[in-house]
Structure formats: structure tokens, C-alpha cells
């Protein structure tokens, strides 16, 4: 089995390599988790054995997102370290999907039986994968963040009573002050009595836009965006003190007066002569993004859901009305008093029947006919309806990927998604404009997808359907894909609202 051994630990690599290779096993080795995450996605290894603290990238965080990866969470996951280890680093590494902890030192017949149980169930399908929901992922974060405080306030004791040593000891501040720069999180130091920011990291200066010198200049009201003034500061400071640790979710103010929300692990530490602050801040724009897309998607599926059920009623409903007006009218001849009536009510019925697969298009309920098909060819089909809606004050070009990729979907609701977008975009340009209709194929990878809650990394194609209309505020856009929200006076809320229904 090809086996990744990630320890920035020379004697330790070499010990592992050692006995994994009498066992008969293929190993590579990595000196921090963004080499080994690189050889990983490369060479996808049987397994992973890996150190937890090491520069830049440590390993519940490598762990973290082997195990978030669709594509490599059934790579199984053992953790062999002695660093500062307690039951409740062992307890986060299980959370984090590990599938093995074994502590330094271990016997090598010990450390080879662990090895060997994981890959028996690995063979047999039993590998654990991180499943851990919104709320778990913050439990799981929460942890992680004190552990890693926990860690740096140990190494900070260690440093300070070697002290006697200066050698060792810059040494020792030098392996620190490697672990603190290459951190993914932004890492301060603060005085609790002035505020006054005594050191920071090198994520600290890029994500706010300081340099060190800068930062070592400031104090801590200048950058949260929660505290004020020194009053506010000294209040926070006794708050610490009394707790000894907290976690809160705050605002980091960067250079440029943006406001960065952070879940910031803050912790009172007193050392021999002098009392510091350590907070270690994570940057959460992303999962914020990615929370607010969860809600908004429940939140449309839950309309759907309502809008379906009773999309689906009404239909059993007009079957009836359309079915016997329908019989009524063969009855009548056009000229017979009643007959237009009729007419009338089979006309009525028959929309009333359009909007309820519109609807029911919305709560993705509608039967698909999905057949093999190039999107150029659909909207090229539908040029000349374009242009009959759109008017003579509105010039619109069609630009083609010559080469696009062929797709399977349902050509009605593709048709049924440009006309919607069409429609929508003549309203938005009353006094005339320039409407766009493109093709073209896509790659969409990770970094997209982590953004794009539901979406999965790979080729894709795409049309886009631009317009110079005069845009929308920021609080339509929140609700433009809502069933029966309109800005319009005769709008139904619906066009938008079946667009996102299909799409999904």
C-alpha cells in the first residue's frame, strides 16, 4: 500500500519509513500539510499518517479538509504525535474524521498493529468521513481553535522557563515564530493593562493590510470593530481575566477601513512577571456566505415545497374543468349562443393550467424530458421570438462557443429559462438598450464550489443572458428568486422564481 508520512520531524520520518517498509509498504513523506494535501490530490496514498503541530499548515487542519473532499474522504487518517497531546486533541482528531490517534512513544510492534487494523478497515469499507453539519462545524471549529491556543500557550510556558539556556531558548523562539507566521489564522498579542498589540503573525499583517511594524504601533480598539475606546478595551480585558477564555464572533478593521467578521478564541494568560492576551482570529466570510446560501436554499425549498402542493391540487382541479368545457364545447356549434362563453372558459382554464407548471417547475416536481442536446442550437432556435419580444428599441446579439460541449436536459425548460430571462431583461431597459445571449464552457473548481453551496467540481456549460438595464437594489436581489415576489404592476413574481426552480 502507498502510505504518506507527514512529520516535519526528520528522525521521526525516517522511523516510520523504516518499519513501514518491512511491512512491505510503498511510503512518501511531507514536511508540513500543504505539501502533503499537494501529493495527495496527486497520488491519492492508502493512507495518511500525520503529525499534528508542524509549520504552515498543521494537521487537523490537513485532516479537516482530506476528509471534506468528496474525493479523497475515504482516504483513511491516523494521527501519531506527542506535542503537547491530551484526551481532547484526541477527542477533536475523531471529530475531524480520523480514523487512528496514537500517541508518541509507542512500541514499533504497537504502532505497526494500529496500522494494521486501520487498513483491514479500509479494505473493508469502514472508513470514516467527516458528515458534520453547519452547526456541528462550528463545534468542531470551536474546538480546533482551542486546542490550538491551548498548544501556543504551552509553548509559551516551555519557552519561558528555558530561558536560562539563550541559545536553546532563540532556537526554540524561532520554531515559534514559525509556527505563528505560517498559521493560517491571524495570531495577536496584546498587554491586558494598555490594549497595546506587543506581536501578531504574518497572516495578521496580509489579511489587515499592515505591515509588522505598523501592527506593533497600534492598539487593540484601532482593529475591533466592537471595542471603541481604552474604557471599552479595560472592561474587555477584566471580562478575560475573570472567564480566562471566550469565543466570540467579531469584526477585524483592516487598513482600508473594511470590516473582516472573524470568530476570534481569546484567552487571559500570566505568565512569571507579566499577563498577556492571546487571540487567535479565523476569517468566516466564507462560511458566512456559505450559511446564508444554506438558508436562502431551505428557504426556497420550503416555498417550493408549499407552492407544489398546491400547484398539484389545482391541476387534479383544472383536469376536470378543462376536460368536461372541453366536451361542452364539441356539443355547441360557433355560432350557438353559449359558445363563446365556453371558449372563454377553456381559454382561462388552460392558463390557469400553464401557471400550475410553472409552479410546479419551482418545486422541481415537473417530469424532466432530458435528451442529448447543444445549447447553441436551442437558442439559436429562438432568435426570432427574441426579437419579437424585445421590440425595435432593443438591439440584442447572440455570441456562440463554437466548440460547446454537448449536454442532457429538458429543451422545454431551457426554452421556458431564456424566455423568462428575455422577458425579464426587456423590462428592465422601458427606454431601449443592448441584450447579450452567450455560450461557452466552463471549468468550475474547488474554490468556486466551496462558495456555491450544492455545486460539485467539473466541467460544465453555461449560456449568460446580459442586459443594460438599470440593474437592482440590494434588497431585490435577496428576493428576486422568491415565488411571487414582483417589482412590476401586472407581474405574476413568478419568472425568476421558475428559472431558479429548473436550474436546481
Not at 464550489?449 to 440593474?471: I, L, N
Request: proline share 3%; hydrophobic share 40%.
Amino acid at each position: 500500500m502507498k502510505i504518506l508520512i507527514v512529520d516535519d520531524n526528520k528522525e521521526t520520518q525516517c522511523l516510520m519509513e523504516t518499519l513501514l517498509m518491512k511491512e512491505g509498504h510503498q511510503v512518501t513523506a511531507a514536511a508540513n500539510g500543504e505539501k502533503a494535501m499537494e501529493i495527495t490530490r496527486k497520488e491519492r496514498p492508502g493512507l495518511i499518517i500525520s503529525d499534528i503541530l508542524m509549520p504552515g499548515m498543521d494537521g487537523f487542519e490537513l485532516c479537516r479538509q482530506v476528509k471534506a473532499d468528496p474525493a479523497l474522504q475515504r482516504v483513511p487518517f491516523i494521527f501519531y504525535t506527542a506535542t503537547y497531546t491530551d484526551d481532547r486533541d484526541e477527542d477533536l482528531a475523531y471529530k475531524l474524521g480520523a480514523d487512528g490517534f496514537i500517541r508518541k512513544p509507542t512500541e514499533p510492534e504497537d504502532f505497526l498493529k494500529i496500522i494494521r487494523k486501520v487498513i483491514q478497515k479500509a479494505q473493508a469499507g469502514k472508513i470514516r468521513k467527516n458528515n458534520a453539519g453547519v452547526e456541528e462545524e462550528k463545534q468542531i471549529l470551536k474546538l480546533y481553535n482551542e486546542r490550538l491556543v491551548k498548544k501556543l500557550e504551552k509553548k509559551m510556558f516551555q519557552l519561558a522557563s528555558a530561558y536560562a539556556d539563550q541559545e536553546q531558548s532563540k532556537k526554540k523562539l524561532l520554531l515559534f515564530r514559525t509556527l505563528i507566521d505560517h498559521s493560517n489564522d491571524t495570531i495577536f498579542v496584546a498587554e491586558p493593562e494598555t490594549g497595546r498589540i506587543l506581536d501578531v503573525n504574518e497572516q495578521a499583517c496580509r489579511v489587515l493590510g499592515y505591515t509588522r511594524e505598523e501592527m506593533l504601533a497600534l492598539h487593540v480598539w484601532e482593529i475591533d470593530s466592537r471595542i471603541a475606546t481604552p474604557e471599552a478595551w479595560g472592561l474587555r480585558a477584566a471580562e478575560l481575566k475573570k472567564l480566562g477564555q471566550d469565543l466570540t464572533e467579531r469584526g477585524r478593521r483592516c487598513k482600508n477601513g473594511n470590516v473582516v467578521p472573524v470568530e476570534l478564541n481569546a484567552r487571559y494568560v500570566s505568565l512569571p512577571g507579566q499577563d498577556y492576551i492571546v487571540a487567535v482570529a479565523r476569517d468566516v466570510t466564507e462560511r458566512k456566505k456559505l450559511e446564508a446560501q444554506f438558508l436562502q436554499a431551505q428557504k426556497m425549498e420550503a416555498i417550493g415545497r408549499f407552492a407544489g402542493g398546491i400547484a398539484h391540487d389545482f391541476n387534479n382541479l383544472l383536469t376536470a374543468i378543462i376536460g368536461y368545457a372541453d366536451l361542452l364545447l364539441h356539443t355547441f356549434s360557433p355560432d350557438q349562443s353559449g359558445y363563446d362563453e365556453i371558449k372563454t372558459i377553456l381559454e382561462s382554464a388552460n392558463r390557469a393550467a400553464q401557471l400550475t407548471r410553472q409552479i410546479l417547475a419551482i418545486s422541481r416536481k415537473h417530469p424532466l424530458e432530458a435528451v442529448v442536446l447543444n445549447l447553441n442550437d436551442i437558442i439559436d432556435g429562438m432568435c426570432k421570438m427574441c426579437t419579437r419580444l424585445l421590440g425595435e428599441d432593443i438591439k440584442h446579439s447572440m455570441i456562440f462557443e463554437p466548440d460547446l460541449k454537448m449536454v442532457k436536459t429538458d429543451p422545454g425548460q431551457i426554452e421556458q429559462v431564456v424566455l423568462n430571462l428575455v422577458v425579464n431583461a426587456r423590462e428592465a431597459m422601458p427606454k431601449g438598450g443592448n441584450l447579450t445571449i452567450s455560450t461557452g464552457n466552463q471549468f468550475l473548481d474547488e474554490a468556486y464550489c466551496r462558495q456555491h453551496e450544492g455545486v460539485k467540481p467539473g466541467s460544465y456549460v453555461f449560456f449568460a443572458v446580459s442586459d443594460t438595464g438599470m440593474g437592482m437594489s440590494e434588497e431585490v436581489k435577496t428576493h428576486i428568486f422568491e415565488p411571487f415576489y414582483t417589482t412590476k404592476k401586472e407581474g405574476t413574481g413568478l419568472g425568476l422564481s421558475t428559472v431558479y426552480g429548473i436550474v436546481k
